[in-house]
């Protein structure tokens, strides 16, 4: 028993480094993808002021960057919404496996008695929570814009 229970830590803090590199992943990449839209911005500026100063080449390449700046801030942003999909499902099997795990604990540590108890307390931290959660609750940097 006591080695599935460390196993289950071991297990957990993974899970966490997991988190914590995800995180991280996905700063920098909104980071890449903010520089390259204010990069378009400036870009899109300075094609206008060109474009009122005088009608000539430097116009189109400004443009040109411009688009290829905010091609790369769309990319950035496709690829940060896959891998959050993914991330999400891989929590949900995680949590899956979790639940499953708690339950054949449950019966085998505490037997028929200790398995109503825990479901009562998950009951309760159920109804205390607001119901049943679908996931993790999402904060602005987490959305993945889709």
Same mark, same amino acid.
Do not use: K
């Given at each position: 028993?006591?080695? #599935?229970?460390?196993?289950?830590? +071991?297990?957990?803090? $993974?899970?966490?480094?997991?988190?914590?590199?995800? +995180?991280?992943?996905?700063?920098?990449?909104?980071?890449?993808?903010? #520089?390259?839209?204010?990069?378009?911005?400036?870009? !899109?500026?300075?094609?206008?002021?060109?474009?009122?100063?005088?009608?000539?080449?430097?116009?189109?390449? $400004?443009?040109?960057?411009?688009?290829?700046?905010?091609?790369?801030?769309?990319?950035?942003?496709?690829?940060?919404?896959?891998?959050?999909?993914?991330?999400? /499902?891989?929590? +949900? @099997?995680?949590? $899956?496996?979790?639940? @499953?795990?708690? #339950?054949?604990?449950?019966?085998?540590?505490?037997?028929?008695?200790? !398995?109503?108890?825990?479901?009562? $307390?998950?009951?309760?931290?159920?109804?205390?929570?607001?119901?049943?959660? /679908?996931?993790?609750?999402?904060?602005?940097?987490?959305?993945?814009?889709?």
């Amino acid at each position: 028993m006591r080695e #599935v229970i460390e196993s289950l830590m +071991r297990l957990a803090a $993974a899970d966490a480094g997991h988190y914590a590199r995800t +995180r991280q992943r996905n700063v920098m990449l909104y980071v890449v993808s903010g #520089v390259a839209g204010l990069t378009a911005y400036v870009c !899109l500026v300075a094609a206008g002021v060109l474009l009122l100063a005088r009608w000539s080449d430097p116009v189109l390449a $400004a443009t040109f960057a411009a688009a290829a700046f905010a091609a790369l801030a769309l990319v950035v942003i496709a690829v940060v919404s896959v891998l959050n999909r993914r991330d999400r /499902e891989w929590v +949900r @099997s995680r949590r $899956a496996f979790y639940a @499953s795990a708690l #339950v054949t604990l449950s019966r085998t540590a505490l037997g028929p008695r200790g !398995l109503a108890l825990v479901a009562a $307390a998950v009951m309760a931290g159920m109804v205390m929570s607001g119901g049943p959660a /679908e996931g993790p609750a999402e904060g602005p940097e987490e959305g993945d814009g889709a």
